[in-house]
Each structure stands twice: as C-alpha cells, then as structure tokens.
C-alpha cells in the first residue's frame, strides 16, 4: 500500500510539473466519516490551471487513517470560482470530483471503487502568494460521506 501512495503521489509531481517550472503543489489535511468511521486524512494537490473561464482542475491524493481502516483517494476536482458573489482576497468556489477510492480494513483484504462526490470551499491568496483552502466534501456515490478539509497550496 505504500507503494501505491508513493506511484500515486509522484504521479501527481510529475503531472504539475508538465504544467510549470515550478508546479503549483499544496498539502491538505482534515477530517473525515464513513458509514461511521472517523478518520484523520492527509495529502497533497496539484493546481492544474483553468479548463474553462473560473473552472479550475485540481486533482488530488489523500490517505485517510483510523478506526482500522486506511483509505487513499486520488480525486480529479473540478471547481467553478463563484466570482460573481466574491471579492479578493476570497475566492469561493463549488464543484465535483470523480475518484478511485481503494479501502483496506486493517487484517484484511482492501477494495476499490470509483467514487462521485460534490465539494464546496472557499480559498484565501495571501500576502506571500501562497493561499489557504478551506473546503468540504460530501459523498454521491462510493465517496466516503463527509470530508472537512484545510490545505495550503504554495504558487
């Protein structure tokens, strides 16, 4: 399983890395419950740029610990920036995320699904051109229930 989160998480630096010189990367970490489960997660991102006007792709790994259970989750977000109801330095935004979702029970044998869930947040760009992320997710469909989630991506 280790090795899955380290191929998982440098596929991600070698995908942000295409993008820039210096790829636009930020660390996360939250809470998380499923189906009764608490758990603790933490990950990385990759500001992937817009797609469309104020649609942003953000894909991400997180590895989610507790209650005898470990979850990783490598989430392809797509975020639409709600600049009509903001303004700087906030930058609100609600979107989605399709996701492989590989759980382990701890003693056991582990399983993947794909994963639908729908996410809204918020960010805040600092002074020093870093921003933080305020951000929570909510399962659709084989997504663990609820995420609360505090990152912070380095520009």
Do not use: C
Not at 50 to 60: E, I, K, M, S
Not at 79 to 95: D, F, I, K, N
Request: negative net charge; proline residues 5%; without cysteine.
């Amino acid at each position: 399983m280790k090795r899955l989160a380290i191929v998982l998480m440098s596929a991600l630096v070698l995908a942000a890395s295409v993008q820039a010189a210096t790829p636009p990367l930020g660390l996360r970490a939250g809470y998380t419950s499923w189906e009764g489960l608490n758990q603790f997660h933490f990950g990385a991102h990759a500001r992937m740029g817009d797609l469309f006007p104020n649609v942003a792709f953000t894909p991400n790994l997180e590895i989610g610990t507790g209650d005898n259970l470990t979850v990783i989750a490598v989430n392809g977000d797509l975020a639409y920036r709600v600049t009509e109801l903001s303004s700087a330095p906030w930058g609100p935004y609600v979107g989605g995320s399709l996701g492989l979702i590989y759980a382990k029970p701890h003693g056991f044998d582990g399983n993947a699904d794909l994963g639908l869930s729908a996410l809204v947040g918020t960010s805040y760009a600092m002074d020093n051109g870093h921003e933080l992320l305020l951000e929570v997710r909510l399962g659709i469909l084989d997504s663990p229930g609820f995420k609360a989630t505090i990152g912070y991506t380095f520009f």
